[in-house]
Nanobody, 118 residues
Framework: QVQLVESGGGLVQPGGSLRLSCAAS????????MRWYRQAPGKERELVAH????????IYADSVKGRCTIARDNAKNTVYLQMNSLKPEDTAVYYC???????????WGQGTQVTVSS
């Protein structure tokens, strides 16, 4: 059974930081492309960050470039999203996504709420 479990969300003041984690099980983690998406109320889900299977390639949305860092630990089956200098517009539910490149199957976590507010 495939599971992606996010953690680390919460309420933070503007300018603050959070680190999201996503622990994967039921898959060979090192074979997965990992991504973070987010969805704000009334908006479509958008890609925030992408990391390749070995971690050598990372891609960021323009809205978070320079403020967020995606990283993975294949030994721990975990992907992280470090978010700094948070803004109110970063408020959203953040979802972990795993893609098996060979068969193009996507898996999703349940999401974790991030709220940036004073």
């Amino acid at each position: 059974q495939v599971q992606l479990v996010e953690s680390g969300g919460g309420l933070v003041q503007p300018g603050g930081s959070l680190r999201l984690s996503c622990a994967a099980s039921g898959l060979t983690f090192s074979n997965l492309v990992m991504r973070w998406y987010r969805q704000a109320p009334g908006k479509e889900r958008e890609l925030v960050a992408h990391i390749s299977t070995a971690g050598g390639v990372t891609i960021y949305a323009d809205s978070v470039k320079g403020r967020c860092t995606i990283a993975r630990d294949n030994a721990k089956n975990t992907v992280y999203l470090q978010m700094n200098s948070l803004k109110p517009e970063d408020t959203a539910v953040y979802y972990c996504n795993a893609l098996e490149p060979l068969n193009m199957i996507n898996y999703w976590g349940q999401g974790t709420q991030v709220t940036v507010s004073s």
